[in-house]
C-alpha cells in the first residue's frame, strides 16, 4: 500500500478549491440581480380599505372592555386601539378610535382580519361610537 505525501495533498487540496471557486463564480453570474419591471413590483400603498367586521363590548365591575375585528388589504397592517370618555355627556359617551397606519413595506397581497381590543372606565348604559382611522363607523347602545 502507498503513502500519501503531504506534497501531493497539497497539490489536491489547491485543485478542489480551484475548483470550487470557478463554480461559484460562474453560477453566481447567473443571479445578478435585475431591476423589475414597475408593472411587476407589488406595493401597499393602494387605497385603504378597511371594513369593521365585528365588534363587541362587555361591562363589568365600571369597566368596558370593547373589542373587534377589521378586514385589511394584507397581514401588514396593524390595528391599535385607543378609547377616551367625552366629557360633560349623560349618559356617559365612550369614543373608541381604532388607528390602522399604512403599510409601506412589501407584503403579500391578500385581505386579512386584524383584530383589537381596549379598556374604558365609564357608568352603565353608555354611548359608544367606533371610529377607523377618524371615519365614523358604528354606534351602540348597552
Known sequence: MRRIHTKEIIIIAIALLVIIVIGILTSSQHLKDYPLPTSRIATSTAPLTIKLVSFSHSYRYGKYTLSGA???PTVCYIASAKSSLVPSTTP???RLDV???IDTGRC?????TTTF???QRAGKGATIRVYVNNTFA???TK
Open 92 to 94: 356617559h359617551r365612550i
Open 99 to 101: 388607528t390602522v397606519p
Open 70 to 72: 377589521l378586514t385589511v
Open 117 to 119: 381590543s381596549t379598556q
Open 108 to 112: 403579500l397581497q391578500l385581505p386579512a
Open 138 to 140: 358604528t354606534s351602540t
